[in-house]
């Protein structure tokens, strides 16, 4: 498949690094204000020297890139609310130009499913978007093999940052201020950690699969979403004198979504450590799956990428 990448952060790219790999040409490569564009493949690491050194990735105008000859649009530009601008609009131009669009953005999934999917539906292009929940873990394409009507509820964790920070917490006793700073200084959590913190991140991934189990009508303003910033360390000690823990646990059902800090045995299946992220899929039928894994990096990120564009090959 000849790609179409829309981003040169951490996940744009990787998945440009990668699509090699998974027999996949990338003919175009977008940041905000250049691009790089050849029908017979673009010079994959002369334009990701030229990123990480600084420099524009080409000399295109980034306009240009939709009217590159691509199959499939990957969209890969920074998550932003509300409206879902420009992310949104670039995968409105790749379906109303008949081309696939795989997402890495969960902005237009969470905040414009239904509209996204009407895009859909009148285009000869498919949109995939298994890279918007938990990274690497094969969340989507799990509930899509069960089918969505056969699963029931989906719980779990889905930010290695907050999570990050629950686990400093309650093993060495430090109040959360302390481990924040820690996570920043290891890059764990970006300069300014609300997203992670306050439980937007989780929320938006959760919307989806709310999304995803209900066939849309859900957005980041229908969840209940409370953050980590106000567990005091004391919370977590005396969790542990009860062989519990804290986690910040998202829930995504036909109903709603909710995402908050909630206790959860010590040594059950949703008290992972570190930034590792899981989700627990109920089903009618085959009981309880687990999934866990990386949730979060651009390798990682970009092999869910990779794996809905095998897809979309396959149609």
Known sequence: MKLAVLGAGDVGRSVTDLAGEYGHDVVALADSSSAVIDPAGIDVERALERKVGGDPVGTADPESVFDADYDVLVEATPTTLDDAEPGFSHVRRALEADRHAVLANKGPVAERYDELRTLAADSRGSIRFEATVGGAIPILSTIE???????????????????????????????????????????????????????????????????????????????????????????????????????????????????????????????????????????????????????????????????????????
């Open 145 to 315: 093999d069960e089918t969505p009507q056969a699963v029931t509820a989906v719980r779990g964790v889905l930010n290695g940052t907050a999570n990050f920070i629950l686990t400093r917490m309650a093993a060495e006793g430090l109040d959360y201020e302390h481990v924040l700073a820690e996570a920043q200084d290891l890059g764990v959590a970006e300069a300014d950690p609300t997203f992670d913190v306050d439980g937007t991140d989780a929320a938006l991934k959760f919307v989806i699969l709310a999304n995803v189990l209900a066939d849309g009508g859900f957005s980041l303003s229908d969840a209940t979403v409370e953050g980590i910033q106000n567990i005091p360390g004391s919370a977590l000690d005396l969790a542990a004198e009860d062989g519990r823990t804290i986690r910040l646990i998202g829930e995504a059902s036909r109903e709603g979504v909710r995402v908050g800090p909630r206790l959860v045995p010590e040594n059950g299946a949703l008290a992972v450590t570190g930034t590792r992220n899981i989700v627990q899929i109920e089903t009618k039928h085959a009981g309880s799956l687990h999934n866990s894994g990386r949730g979060a990096g651009g390798p990682e990120t970009a092999t869910a990428v990779l794996s809905d564009v095998g897809r979309l090959a396959e149609l």
